[in-house]
């Protein structure tokens, strides 16, 4: 496992717990107690924990770091990819169906099994993210739509008001959609307003929306928040998932599935 991932999984787990103890994240992650409180000492620096005696608590500031597209594919790939097959689940089974994919490299798993089972020559696919469009058109599917706007670099995802003109005149049977963070009190959130927007705009416009969100990004929480828990209707995460913050998803009606690497 990677420091930068290690590290965001012990974000995730003092967000949601609420307070982490060195001597269990050491055992957890199977490394030393010191490797654990450089850990720590690097989050409490960035302002997402706060360091106490034997571990750390959480921070009640909102997140606005965000990581390259390379950076995001390093992190947590394994469980990415379990997601990203679990999620193929609730792909519509009308072949007429219309799509959302949210940009976002679990997203991008999600779209490269679609392209590689070439069963979806028939159903209207709708995207914003520029890897996705490119990896499905590439395998011959002719009824992939990349919105049209302004391509912001750091996550190679269009966004604006042309963007979002256009979903407003959709409708989708599901929207898949991907987010930096989700909590109880905040829902799903990012860092920017604009992907924000276009996201926000995909779950309004469709039936259905599954989230794929991997553990680590449970518990956190990002400065703009684009979709309320009752918005949603299924959330794919990993079996690295806290058992309490996965029950009270469940308690208020959304579906959880635990995806096994």
């Known amino acids: ?3 930068e991932e290690r590290r965001r999984q012990i974000a995730s787990l003092t967000a949601v717990e609420g307070r982490v103890n060195v001597t269990e994240l050491a055992e957890r992650f199977d490394v030393t107690a010191e490797t654990i409180r450089r850990d720590l000492a690097i989050l409490h620096n960035e302002g997402i924990v706060h360091r106490v005696h034997g571990g750390a608590v959480a921070s009640q500031s909102f997140l606005t770091t965000e990581f390259s597209l390379d950076a995001r594919f390093r992190s947590a ?3 990415k990819s379990a997601i990203a097959r679990a999620a193929t689940q609730f792909l519509p089974e009308d072949p007429g169906a219309g799509i959302f994919l949210d940009a976002g490299t679990t997203i991008n798993g999600l779209a490269d099994l679609i392209a590689a ?3 979806t020559q028939h159903w209207s696919i ?3 993210s520029l ?8 395998c011959g599917l002719t009824d992939v739509q990349l919105l049209g706007g302004t391509v912001r670099a750091i996550t190679q995802a269009v966004v604006g008001d042309t963007a979002l003109r256009t979903l407003a005149l959709m ?3 599901v929207a898949f959609i991907g987010t930096n963070a989700l909590t109880i009190d905040h829902g799903l959130s990012t860092a920017d307003a604009q992907e924000a927007a276009v996201k926000s705009s995909m779950v309004t416009n469709a039936r259905k929306v599954v989230v794929l969100c991997d553990s ?3 518990g956190n929480d ?3 928040s684009f979709a309320p828990l009752d918005a949603i209707d299924v959330v794919v995460t990993d079996t690295d998932a806290p058992e309490s913050f996965v029950s009270e998803l469940r308690e208020r009606g959304i579906k959880v599935v635990l995806a096994k690497e």
């Open 131 to 138: 890897p996705i469009a490119l990896d499905l058109s590439s």
């Open 126 to 128: 709708v995207t914003n």
């Open 117 to 119: 089972a070439g069963k």
């Open 171 to 173: 409708r989708a049977d």
């Open 216 to 218: 680590t990004k449970l």
């Open 222 to 224: 990002y400065l703009v």
């Open 77 to 79: 790939p394994t469980a």
């Open 1 to 3: 496992m990677y420091a």
